[in-house]
């Protein structure tokens, strides 16, 4: 509620996110383990009052090895 109508950043350990998206798809943040990730990767959400949309998750195109 403090930051309604604003862009926030969460910086989160993988199995926070992992918890959330369990929930989320699942009803069951138990079920983590379903949604390992990737170190560094990124997932996105967005939401507007209770409707919460992941836009992308275990992201790791920023990764691309350049060598």
Known sequence: ANHRGETVAVVSHGGGISSFLAHHFEGNPAAWR?????????????????????LQWNQIDHLADES
């Open 34 to 54: 379903r949604y390992q990730l990737h170190n560094c990767s990124v997932t996105e959400v967005t939401g507007v009052g209770d409707a919460i949309e992941v």
